[in-house]
């Protein structure tokens, strides 16, 4: 596992032992990348961060900053180093918390938000819910999802307009944008 391109390209990243977390593939990161690049920019939200691949690949590409948020212990330890390894700390702040407390206390607004949850659990849609009700997408924001071809995704959340889905082998990936809500805020 490796950042792409960019400011920290090539650096090679950490990866997690035992199967608590299960890294992007770099074939599916060069995907979702390929597909937001010119979307990077502003804050970005890594909301199952894991290892923090893709925080640090859309640091590495030009976002102005990141939040990191994991719940297990040896995730938020995994980011620091990789964060250290790219030397993109002082862009980054790292959280342990789970989704549902750090969106309940949620007052930033990030342009593009990663969700990436454990695939066996429901926290994409929770997770898609809560972001839609509490309004932490910029205008024009991103959320990126990733999922198993055996995990469905229901399609309405209020405030995001669905993109199509892209597969690659047994992984989905499906943006979300912020649509317009008639005014400015």
Do not use: W
């Amino acid at each position: 596992m490796r950042v792409i391109t960019g400011t920290a390209r090539g650096t090679k990243l950490k990866t997690p032992q035992g199967e608590q977390t299960r890294p992007t593939s770099d074939r599916v990161k060069e995907a979702i990348f390929s597909i937001i690049q010119f979307d990077i920019a502003g804050e970005v939200l890594d909301l199952f961060a894991g290892t923090g691949q893709l925080g640090i690949e859309a640091l590495s590409r030009g976002a102005q900053s990141a939040v990191f948020v994991d719940e297990l212990p040896a995730a938020v330890a995994l980011v620091q180093e990789n964060l250290r390894r790219t030397h993109l700390s002082e862009k980054a702040s790292v959280i342990r918390a789970d989704y549902k407390s750090y969106l309940a206390h949620c007052r930033n607004r990030f342009r593009i938000i990663f969700l990436d949850p454990p695939y066996a659990e429901k926290s994409l849609e929770n997770a898609l819910i809560c972001i839609s009700e509490i309004d932490i997408l910029a205008d024009g924001g991103i959320i990126v999802t990733e999922r198993s071809e055996e995990k469905p995704l229901l399609g309405e959340y209020p405030g995001l307009e669905r993109s199509k889905d892209y597969k690659y082998g047994k992984t989905i990936i499906t943006l979300f944008r912020k649509t317009s809500r008639g005014g400015a805020r």
